[in-house]
């Protein structure tokens, strides 16, 4: 039978390919999407969502959850996905709407109903953590909790030090690593190098010549450019398949290692900084004092280090096919 997942998205270019990648696959069921504010207001977020859905023809619930995050003003990224989040090109509504219920209590509701479900997070984590705060025992239920967020090895690609996910919310992004969930962090320093859609790639997809094969290049226009003016690299980056690709097959992610993960969220320089313990260093807070690596902290995420490239983009390709 397949496995139930649950989707929290701010559904924009990259989010959308990733709802594709799990609506079209048959190893999972997915049971729920629900949308944060992010990438774009979470009104866009949603109607992103209910689009994707319907284009792979998935009645799969939608509801839309935080408006903003738990202690900041929301700062979106449009300048990378376009106003829309889909690259402006003027994509109609969906024909249905979202659910009245608001995202928090339909992820409690189906986190409690789904026992060993899969959580997957494309998006600031502020949905996760309101919900925690209300149900902490949902951190039972989860079987895995796949999180798109972080650069724990290398710059972030909002500031020196942080991904964009984290940077947005990093109060909530503290309360889900710290929270006991079996989080399996996937870094944006992963969909870079090869695993980036080169112009090759791009066309290669373009070939396929199917509907989504058509959207999934065309609303990352806009996200092209703006990566190519980031990085100097041309191609599409898209970490949110990625994460999806992982979450979809473990193995893809060849190189990873269990950590002690925190969240800075005192200070801008480092404000959404992952701090990844590579070497078991930090001492308990009670004991700061009197430091010993005995103190260290227990790991509390999976961090993967490595992808297979190829076989991230053919999972890519038989979704789109």
Sequence with gaps: MPEAILIDTDTASDDAVALIMALRSATVRVIAITTVAGNVQVQQATRNALYTAELCGASTPVYQGAEKPLARSLSTADWFHGKDGLGDHGYPSARRSA???????????????????????????????????????????VGRCVIMGGAPCCEGNVTPAAEYNIWVDPEAARMVFRSGLPIEMVGWQLCRGAAVLAPADIEFVSNIGTGLANFSVECNRTARKAFRTQTGEDGISLPDPVAMSIALDPSIGYESSRHYVDIETATELTRGMTVVDRLGVAANERNRETWAPLLQRSPNATVYWAIDAARWKQALYSALR
């Design 99 to 141: 659910e009245k219920q608001h995202a928090v209590d339909a992820i409690i509701a189906t986190v409690r109903s789904n026992p060993g479900i899969l959580l997957v997070t494309l998006g600031p984590l502020t949905n996760i953590a309101l919900a925690l705060a209300q149900a902490p025992d949902l951190v039972q239920n």
